[in-house]
DNA sequence: CGGACTATTGAGACTCCTCAACTAACGTGG
DNA sequence: CCACGTTAGTTGAGGAGTCTCAATAGTCCG
């Protein structure tokens, strides 16, 4: 893999109080700057904003809301890269086509952009560009920690780093010490998908958990974590 | 996961012939700003460039050789994130520190920034900027292409993918259309850190893939193609 | 309220991991 | 330059874990 690395100190946006995409990402001359270009959508769950190897036109950003991106390999069988929340990015492409697939999971609220528009402005304004540069390296180190976690061999560990990573997420949006009750609105096919487990192997996991009193389900989008430190022995022991 | 992604229509700087960094991701002016700040080093095999953990200060630029980046695991297991080739640029750091370790596993020369300079010359000159964003992405989109390889259950089919991605690597390299025999200057247990498997799973997979004729090896930093298209079906039935 | 999709639970097959022994290769020092 | 010691790689046998297939229960949406 020609894969490289990116050492830049990083701009601690992830440490702001969030409220959307204006303030996590961009200052108010940012915005500004990028306001005349942006589209704003709300979509329902479900949308397909676009299908994998379709021209890539736009790059997105978002409000509200949570979106996966995945693509259907060959066997058939549905791989996620990503789970995308407010203040993310998305937009992947290369040679000008859309890597993979993307689709609202809940009702979604972003700002749409034509990609061109966008190079252009980030050439002329480097310290926006450098918003994004920091973007995509934070995702670059993200997608290397979900690679250590679909390494791993047993469902109880990849689903407790999964739990870590709701965790994480939760924390930089909202600035709250962490109530012990994280949202999940996946489903847990995509969790399946996204860990590189089948639905039941998932299904079963989240039953030994509760069996073992450290995860509760209040609903099949709610997780309470009841044993925080179990389950960061269960996530660390990689 | 808050991992976002960026649709930028690619510089295809990697279809550029290559004759080490400069020609492959910098102009003949964005050498000469770099060249100022950049300290040009020549290190044996094994030698270790930083260790996770420590304090970011540089950005390195390969010109030739090969490195390797991994992280040691709670378990004692070491996991692989990339191999680095020329032209490839490493440093990853998150809050002012490296996220991984990187050892050389051959003879490398390579090229050190001080990672402040480069962020203030970055600032400065956009379009050298774009050029580091092209390459975290592409780092990105190869990091997702690895996520997929190690997914998947079957041996066979993780180093039939590995296998596609050093014959990836070295085609855009060299713009030959493609020798079918390709070095391969890691060791087995590299391999196997780096695809999620034991020695001994990497070990009974070549032996496998020699006996039905699909690849040779003349010695164990060099690999021979037999059979393309069997490779390739085995590389696809992800 | 009905139908389709999602989630859960059980039983058997498959694949890799672990442990162990042996062989080959490297590289270090005499 | 050679010899030895250390590291890396190969092969075998048994065990752990998930996948697949199948059936049932629960949920969401129209």
Redesign the pocket.
Known sequence: MSASELAIRAIPFEKLTAAGVATQLLTERHRQNLSGLATSLNVP?RTIFYREETPAEWVFMISKGVVKSYRELPSG?RHIATFLFPGDVFGLAENGRFVNTTQAITRVTLYRIPVDALKDLLLRDADLQFRFLVKVTHQLREAQRHTINVTR????G?FAMFIKMLERDEHWRAESSGPRTLMMP???????DYL????????????RLVRRGILA?P???RVRILNPSELDRLAGAA
């Open positions: 769950r069988k061999h047993t469902a109880t990849k996946m489903t847990r096919t995509d969790i399946a590189g487990l089948s639905p039941e192997a998932v299904s079963r996991t989240t039953s389900f609903d099949r989008h």
